[in-house]
């Protein structure tokens, strides 16, 4: 089984910066990949970015692309978004996933493990 845990959110203003943390508390070969993904009150959760768990590959949502950076330390088993140029619309929840295998990356229900989630709120 694979525990995620999320820290670094919290309230920043416009412009700003913050950096998620997820590290899993399982060192297992159980998970191939691990991405962030983001839900605003009444909107739907969306994808954000995702990296294969050696780093090899990311891939980002249109809405944080040139925006924010996901990377991870491989042998901490932890991943980490760098958010920068924060906006209003960037506030939400944000949950780190991890997926023990994948054929579609931005779709939620190809993930097997989930973070409690973490707020991440943007003032104008």
């Known amino acids: 089984q694979v525990y995620l845990v999320e820290s670094g959110g919290g309230v920043v203003q416009a412009g700003g910066s913050l950096r998620l943390s997820c590290t899993a508390t399982v060192r297992a070969a159980s998970y191939v990949g691990m991405a962030w993904f983001r839900q605003a009150p009444g909107k739907e959760r969306e994808f954000a970015a995702f990296i294969s768990r050696k780093g090899m590959d990311t891939y980002y949502g249109d809405s944080v692309k040139d925006r924010f950076t996901i990377s991870t330390d491989y042998f901490k088993d932890t991943m980490y978004l760098q958010m920068n140029s924060l906006k209003p619309e960037d506030t939400a929840v944000y949950y780190c996933?991890?997926?023990?295998?994948?054929?579609?990356?931005?779709?939620?229900?190809?993930?097997?493990?989930w973070g409690q989630g973490t707020q991440v709120t943007v003032s104008s």
């Open positions: 996933a991890a997926t023990a295998g994948i054929t579609s990356y931005s779709l939620a229900d190809q993930y097997n493990y």
